[in-house]
């Protein structure tokens, strides 16, 4: 179904560690997503780039992670200072098109736990 | 408060039977998708629609974006189609961010 692919699959960081993850949007999709699914099942939107753009970041992207999707390599989302609250599954879609009119495509998600 | 409300949280089938799934919306929405978290964790596609309805195999979705629903029914429910299932849509204006509802879990029994 989808062909973006996430890496690391599980990741597991002490409070105050850096916590890197990784996405490859499917080929020929300019703009990638990042969400944060919490245990609740609940999504919370991160970022999104156009190309190497960024397009949209809540409050908490922008103090706290470092993000990029530089071309010809893959994508990436990274906490400078895990928290313990940072634990959740981090999602990470592409769409073809920008404005809100194509379907997005999930990757299998990098499962951040911080002890 | 929440854009998209989901509904029921929770649902039991047994194989065989039916039921729809609703999300209903607080303001007009452009579009919306319905997806299906498998028991890998994966987030399959399922529909994209802008207007009216779509079906695929045992499944058809509807979206009303004036009456601001969409419903998901499931028809002859099989065992593989128990995961949790989310509606997204994207929110109006220029800012295009998809908002999820919080999900339907569904488990389908023998």
């Known amino acids: 179904n989808s062909k973006v692919i996430q890496t690391p699959r599980y990741l597991v960081k002490g409070q105050g560690q850096k916590a890197k993850m990784r996405c490859i949007p499917e080929?020929?999709?300019?703009?990638v997503f990042w969400y944060q699914q919490n245990k609740n099942n609940e999504f919370k939107f991160l970022i999104n780039?156009?190309?190497?753009?960024?397009?949209?970041q809540i409050d908490m992207t922008e103090k706290r992670f470092s993000a990029e999707c530089p071309s010809n390599s893959p994508c990436s989302l990274e906490i400078q200072s895990s928290e313990a609250g940072d634990s959740a599954l981090y999602l990470c879609a592409s769409s073809p098109h920008w404005g809100g009119a194509e379907t997005l495509y999930f990757g299998s998600g990098t499962r951040l736990t911080v002890l | 408060g929440d854009q998209v409300e989901q509904s029921p949280s929770a649902l039991s089938l047994h194989e065989g039977t039916g039921s729809a799934l609703r999300c209903n919306f607080t303001t007009t929405m452009r579009a919306v998708q319905w997806f299906r978290k498998n028991s890998r964790g994966s987030l399959i596609n399922l529909f994209y629609?802008?207007?009216g309805t779509k079906e695929n195999g045992r499944l058809k979705s509807a979206f009303d974006s004036k009456e601001r629903y969409s419903t998901l029914h499931i028809r002859d429910a099989q065992l593989e189609d128990s995961g949790t299932y989310f509606c997204?849509?994207?929110?109006?204006?220029?800012?295009?961010?998809?908002?999820f509802g919080k999900g339907t879990s569904l488990v389908v029994h023998p």
């Open positions: 997204a849509a994207p929110t109006s204006g220029g800012n295009y961010k998809p908002t």
């Open positions: 629609l802008a207007s």
């Open positions: 080929k020929g999709h300019p703009v």
């Open positions: 780039f156009q190309n190497q753009e960024v397009l949209q």
